[in-house]
């Protein structure tokens, strides 16, 4: 059964959806020429490098190499009232501390496929399917402990509603059906319940039975979808993405949150900076937790997830 919480959010999408409906009744446009017909490829591309090197330094301190690689690709298609939005997000970094082996830093990828007819100026029926994961196994510091891989978790949103595009700078998408699948793929993490997938059973004697955790979770809710870029300042850019899932089934009051935004100052043609924070909150994954202060785990519950990165590197823009 819903919640009050619940029907009354399905309700807001709902009216949300409803007056965007009104909106394009009311702006009736031209019909589109459907002659146009259109690719645009293109993306950007960044490596950052970091280094500190010592030499009987009193303060002390480690020698320190990193590296960071981003890229940002997209192809977009246009075709009378059809539009087709893609896009593919890479981020990969290493960094070597003396005395240690080479660990990552960093490790993304988001894959984003967006079809939308033309209802009005404005608006579009929207269909969204967006898929989030990693590329490479991260393990703890002294390497004996998996903590994530490729597909473990993968996020999968598949989403049907309106898209608001007031300008090529704007895009909002406003779904009152939209389903969240978490995906564990490595049975270790999943018989562990890692990222809020149902762990493995146990035995008479209470011991996990190995190979008995699940590896889907399904959730079914409403999801808003912000995205906005643009030349904040000169030769300052601005990338700000926005999601918000509530899911209907359960706890629907605890709103997923996942807040990415990035500046990037381009100083010339190849040399460039970049700042980027990245926020998220997921009420069914579980952080170790530190209570009492004492620097030893006492816990485990929801928290707000922050990272931050800043670089100095080389960039290319191609189309």
Known sequence: MFSSFSR???????????????AVAQEAPKAPQDTVNIWDFGGLGTVNFSQVSLSNWAAGGQNTVSVLGNANLFANYEQGK???????????????????????SDDKLELNLKYGYR?????FYTSQLNIKTQLTP????????????FF???????????????NSKLSVFISPFTGKFTIVANQRLADRGAFGVERAEKDVEGNPIPGTGKHLR???GGYVNVRYKNEIFKNITLQSK??????YLRNPENVDVNWENLLNFKVNKTISASLFAHMIYD?????DVDRDGDGKTDGRGPRLQVKQTLGIGISYKFK
Do not use: C, H
């Open 152 to 166: 473990s978790p993968a996020s999968v949103l598949a989403s049907l509603g309106m898209d608001y595009k007031p």
């Open 138 to 149: 991260t393990y703890s510091i002294t390497r004996d402990t998996l903590i994530s891989n």
């Open 283 to 287: 009420d069914d994954v579980n952080i």
């Open 242 to 247: 926005l999601d918000l899932f509530s899911n």
């Open 82 to 104: 059809n539009t087709w939005n893609n896009s593919l997000d890479l981020t990969y970094g290493l960094v070597k501390l003396e005395g240690r082996r080479v660990q990552k």
């Open 218 to 220: 399904r959730e079914f």
């Open 8 to 22: 009354t959010f399905l309700l807001l999408l709902l009216v949300l959806t409803s007056l965007a409906a009104t």
């Open 119 to 123: 209802a009005s100026k404005r608006w």
